[in-house]
């Protein structure tokens, strides 16, 4: 693998606090070199720093004009389901003429009707179209992302699933219990099924294990047993939590020491406390509350308070419809009060702790992995400010610049 030297760049961008993930004030500190370069050998950056201060170079270098462009960290993407076939567009036209996302689930669409198109899908079909997203996701900045399973629900789509994502670059989550599928019996019966039957070659596929803990969908002794049964098998927990109402999610993962609580939209005053004095990192997610028509999350008050917190987009066919993090940094500035430097953190190094991989992911810096996205921009804060614009001009993943398609 040959160096990689990006030149003349007007601003290098990098998460400043030590240590992750980053809360409070650190949340918000960065580090602007400008008229800078970013230098690395073998897919992992060597160093980073003022054009001025550029030493002698490796002989084999190849040389990226920087000018008129900003370097930031890959973007890390720590929360999409990403795995499923077919789409939603005609819920999404009955949820603009008034439908509520939680009624049309209720009526066995939602998320079901994705899990028959997915069940539906042969694993080479599957493979398709998580590559198809995941094209998506790289042309947006994102060089690292997590998908969950949960449109297969039966034993085959939900491994294939995992097969797939893997197979795509994505780190595996098992959402073994994200739905209760109607050909299973109650909650409980499938939860047996699931534990049973599908844990063990989960465990194998995926690095964690994930649960939608919500009214119709499991409550928190099942969610409990279901977790309980995944970190036995040696899985990392994540729960989706609070995203319409407060069913004790919070509590549940600070029990039984999850990584994550994502959502957050319907967590009040006390669960913003109790969350802020644990370890658990709250995943928030702008784009879903849009997109549903739902209040966004308390982010202001979580960071106040001292939580950790990293965003992500939920990229999925019902509830967020959107790949992209630099969409996701907008909607942090605009709706979740957050300033740019505060989104870039938790978009870079703290989704990066998410994924159990703050030491080599999220920051421009000797030894991290030379994942490098340049924005179209001589100000880095563009990232938030070009609302859906194409702010993002090039990507370079493991030190090779990436044909964006
Ligand atoms: O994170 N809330 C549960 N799961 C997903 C949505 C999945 C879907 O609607 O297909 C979420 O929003
Ligand atoms: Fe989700």
């Given at each position: 693998m040959t160096a990689l030297l990006i030149r003349d760049l007007a601003q290098v961008v990098t998460?400043?606090?030590?240590?992750?993930p980053a809360r409070g004030s650190a949340l918000g500190e960065v580090t602007v070199l400008e008229d800078a370069f970013v230098l690395s050998e073998g897919g992992t950056i060597a160093a980073v720093g003022r054009m001025r201060d550029l030493g002698s170079l490796p002989e084999d270098v190849r040389e990226v004009d920087g000018r008129g462009r900003c370097a930031v960290p890959g973007?890390?993407?720590?929360?999409?389901?990403?795995?499923?076939?077919?789409?939603?567009v005609e819920e999404f036209a009955l949820r603009a003429a008034g439908a509520s996302y939680e009624e049309l689930h209720a009526a066995g669409g939602g998320i079901m009707s994705t899990v028959r198109a997915t069940r539906a899908a042969s694993p080479a079909d599957l493979e398709r179209a998580i590559g198809r997203h995941r094209a998506w996701m790289l042309r947006s900045g994102t060089t690292t992302f997590e998908s969950k399973s949960?449109?297969?629900?039966d034993r085959e789509t939900e491994l294939a699933s995992l097969r797939a994502i893997a197979a795509a670059g994505g780190i595996p989550t098992w959402l073994g219990a994200h739905a209760v599928p109607?050909?299973?019996?109650?909650a409980d019966a499938y939860l047996d099924f699931a534990i049973g039957e599908v844990l063990p070659e989960a465990a194998r596929l995926a690095e964690a294990a994930d649960v939608f803990l919500e009214r119709g969908a499991f409550d928190a002794a099942q969610a409990r047993r279901y977790l309980d049964a995944c970190r036995e098998a040696g899985l990392v927990l994540r729960l989706h939590g609070d995203?319409?109402?407060?069913?004790g999610a919070v509590q549940l993962a600070i029990e039984l020491g999850a990584r994550s609580i994502d959502h957050?939209?319907?967590?009040g005053p006390d669960g913003v406390r109790t969350l802020a004095d644990s370890e658990v990192i709250g995943v928030l997610l702008p784009a879903s509350a849009l997109f549903l028509d739902r209040p966004m999350p308390p982010a202001r008050a979580l960071v106040e308070a001292g939580a950790a917190i990293a965003l992500a987009?939920?990229?999925?066919?019902?509830?967020s419809f959107c790949e992209s993090l630099p969409v996701i940094c907008s909607l942090a500035a605009?709706?979740?009060?957050?300033g740019p430097a505060e989104a870039l953190t938790a978009c870079t190094v703290n989704a990066a702790a998410v994924l159990g991989r703050a030491d080599r992911l999220g920051r421009l810096a000797a030894?991290?992995?030379?994942d490098i996205v340049l924005l179209d921009?001589?100000?880095?804060r563009y990232l938030a400010y070009?609302?859906?614009?194409?702010?993002?001009?090039e990507v370079v993943l493991g030190g090779e610049p990436v044909e964006l398609r």
């Open positions: 998460p400043a606090a030590e240590g992750a973007l890390v993407d720590c929360h999409t389901h990403a795995c499923f076939a077919g789409d939603r949960g449109y297969g629900l109607t050909d299973q019996g109650d995203q319409f109402t407060e069913q957050l939209e319907a967590t987009t939920d990229f999925n066919p019902g509830s605009t709706q979740l009060h957050l030894g991290y992995a030379a921009a001589t100000d880095w070009h609302l859906g614009g194409p702010v993002v001009a």
